[in-house]
């Protein structure tokens, strides 16, 4: 395992529109409801101008090819939204949080992620199912260049922090 950069961070509660897809590489579903619904709000899916924060639900399970992936976008508390989307509340809480680039490295992301987590003295939330994938440029085309945030929630350590390297 290489140096894996980890901060604190807390994100508030928040009301979100939710995308749900379920199949063997179900994200790019999940993806559509979301960006039709920006797309009809006036926001460019592309400008990076919101945030979306992804997730396996459930994760990939031994055997099987197929998983679920939801997508989060905040939303106002005026917003409607149709099905296929649906409303949800989210509490917020406290992060542990990586950055990668590229597509290919969100696996390794995640292991090194958990195990500084580990390694730490913080107590991670493994009862919350909200480890998240924040992609922080969606109007980059090349997947290799895309870069993510990884949240990991934890037990109270308040709010967000300088980086720190493990």
Do not use: H, Q
Not at 2 to 9: D, F, L, N, Q, S
Not at 27 to 36: D, S, V, Y
């Amino acid at each position: 395992m290489g140096k894996t950069e980890v901060w604190i961070a807390s994100l508030p509660g928040m009301r979100v529109a939710s995308s749900y897809a379920f199949g063997m590489s179900p994200e790019e579903e999940a993806w559509k409801p979301i960006r039709r619904f920006a797309e009809e709000r006036g926001i460019d899916p592309a400008s990076g101008n919101y945030r979306t924060f992804g997730f396996d639900n459930p994760a990939p399970s031994p055997g099987s090819p197929e998983y679920g992936y939801e997508i989060w976008m905040p939303i106002g508390l005026d917003a409607d939204v149709s099905p296929p989307l649906i409303v949800k509340n989210f509490d917020g809480g406290s992060f542990a949080v990586s950055r990668i680039v590229g597509l290919s490295c969100i696996g390794p992301g995640w292991k090194d992620l958990i195990a500084w987590l580990e390694d730490s003295p913080l107590e991670w939330l493994s009862e919350r199912f909200e480890m998240m994938e924040e992609l922080l440029n969606p109007a980059e085309p090349d997947p290799e260049r895309w870069s993510f945030d990884l949240y990991i929630p934890i037990r109270g350590c308040g709010s967000a922090s300088e980086p720190e390297e493990a």
